[in-house]
């Protein structure tokens, strides 16, 4: 390995990549926009403690805390709210969002990898038809190998020729416009329960959390649509009516960012360019939780990167980490993805019948607390499990089309991840991405009015 790499933004992938690549002797550079002190945000987040163990990254042991069990509250004032039970050993690392990144910048400055901060890309360097480098504010960095790790606005991957078939942009329902704030918290109101996530809550697609704290309240809104601030006020002020605690000075935060929420990119190489992480939408799409599968796809990257040892980095060389993220990860990610489009289609009708029904259950809430639960409890549930939750809302005919379309939908995409072509061709590569991405234009506009054969049922 004697080439040399630029990981371009201090991503979470990034970083990870940078550590496990200088750790193995690399020459390692990365290239971020903010100072040192200044990267990620003002704000705690929640990484799976696991994600650490399976990145190869060492646990931050002082933040690892026991999971805050999450209330699902449909809000309609009539539907009970139903709670998870965190199992025994339901432990997870919350740390603050700039903590975070220091620690992994700590541990990639320990083991040899250069930075370079305040700096801005704005461009790929292109040369034919190789990434060679990028263009910033300083100037140009020319490199063997670019990882792209500039998140979900990406300036490389957007600016990527149309032929090396790297999607560039997003649709719509693909980015959840997301406010995070923290707010005083009202002394002496009533115990209640400390995280309360609200779905569906006024009436469009979206979801809220409140989360109740010893000193302060946590509160995220998240639209699909344009977010304004007439859902801050309006939002915040409905909360307030059932969570008295919920305080009126703001504390900390306040800024709306976009979080990727779909499946993973379907092209995630290119001669002498990786995109990793938000950048390559490597989120859990119905949390728009990336931190855990960024950290995991950069050792996959960084073993790919040591693996090529004549340091081509090219496409092909390169595409053992596109097909062992897809084994590792992203075949989960794009199965859950499909949770993410059924959400799309709801209403709060919808929600509150299913629960009702018991068709949305504690089962399936216990099962949203560990990384994999809910996957794995769908696709082992039997032929007869879904059969009997049909016939429980059968004469509901269109939320029962919507609900039906999910196993048919897995079903589809299950062979789809299974062909992902174990060699590269660019023909084959290319053959492949574009059934994948047909594949979920095509559901985004499945709906209730499509006719789904009653024998199915
Ligand atoms: C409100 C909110 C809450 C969230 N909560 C969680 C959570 O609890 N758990 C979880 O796992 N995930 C959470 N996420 C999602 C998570 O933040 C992302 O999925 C995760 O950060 C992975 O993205 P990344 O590291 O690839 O990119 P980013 O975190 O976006 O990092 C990109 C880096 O590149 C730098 N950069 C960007 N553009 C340029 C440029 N032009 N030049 C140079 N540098 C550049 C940025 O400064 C930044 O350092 C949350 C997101 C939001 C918005």
């Given at each position: ?21 200088a ?85 990639a ?15 790929p ?29 990406s ?40 995280y ?45 009516h ?41 989120t ?22 040591m ?8 496409a ?64 082992q ?9 049909m ?40 053959k ?7 594949f ?7 709906n ?10």
């Amino acid at each position: 390995m004697n080439g040399k790499i630029l990981i371009a933004g201090g991503g979470h992938g990034g970083l990870a990549a940078a550590y496990h690549l200088a750790k193995n002797g690399a020459d390692v550079t990365v290239l971020e926009a903010n100072s040192r002190f200044n990267m990620g945000w003002n704000q705690p987040d929640s990484v799976n403690l696991n994600c650490f163990e399976l990145a190869d990254i060492p646990v931050p042991l002082s933040y690892v805390v026991k999971r805050t069990p999450i209330t699902l509250c449909v809000g309609d004032g009539v539907t009970p709210n139903i709670s998870q039970v965190v199992p025994e050993d339901g432990y997870t690392v919350m740390i603050e969002r700039k903590v975070l990144c220091q620690y992994l910048v700590q541990l990639a400055m320990d083991a040899g990898a250069n930075f370079i901060f305040n700096t801005k890309i704005e461009q790929p360097i292109i040369l034919g038809g190789r990434v060679c480098g990028v263009q910033t504010d300083k100037g140009a960095f020319y490199a063997d190998m670019v990882i792209d790790s500039c998140g979900i606005n990406s300036p490389l991957r957007r600016a990527l020729p149309a032929k090396l078939h790297i999607e560039r942009t997003l649709e719509g329902y693909d980015v959840l416009h997301t406010y995070r704030a923290f707010y005083s918290k009202n002394p002496d109101c009533p115990p209640t329960e400390p995280y309360k996530v609200y779905v569906f809550e006024d009436g469009t697609v979206g979801m809220q959390w409140l989360i109740t704290n010893e000193e302060d309240t946590d509160v995220l809104i998240a639209r699909f649509r344009e977010y304004t601030d007439a859902d801050t006020v309006i939002t915040i002020e409905k909360m307030k009516h059932e969570n008295p605690q919920l305080g009126d000075t703001l504390l900390r935060g306040g800024h709306v960012v976009d979080i990727p929420v779909r499946q993973p990119l379907s092209v995630l190489v290119a001669d002498g360019y990786a995109a990793i992480g938000d950048s390559a939408f490597m989120t859990y799409s119905v949390k728009g939780s990336g931190v855990g599968y960024a950290m995991q796809a950069g050792k996959i990257l960084a073993k790919t990167i040591m693996e090529d040892t004549e340091s081509f980095y090219t496409a092909n060389t390169l595409w053992s980490y596109q097909v062992n993220f897809f084994k590792e990860i992203g075949k989960n990610a794009s199965i859950i993805a499909l949770g993410k489009v059924f959400m799309t289609k709801l209403t709060t009708q919808d929600v509150a019948f299913l629960l009702k029904e018991d068709i949305i259950n504690q089962k399936m809430m216990d099962a949203t607390a560990t990384e994999n639960g809910l996957v794995e409890l769908i696709t082992q549930a039997g032929v007869s499990v879904i059969k009997d939750k049909m016939m429980r809302f059968f004469d509901n005919k269109e939320l029962r089309n919507k609900v039906l379309n999910v196993p048919i939908w897995i079903a589809k995409l299950l062979p789809i991840l299974s062909s992902l072509p174990e060699k590269y061709d660019r023909d084959e590569v290319k053959k492949w991405a574009d059934k994948y991405d047909n594949f979920y234009d095509s559901i985004r506009s499945d709906n209730a009015e499509n006719v789904i054969d009653e024998e199915l049922i």
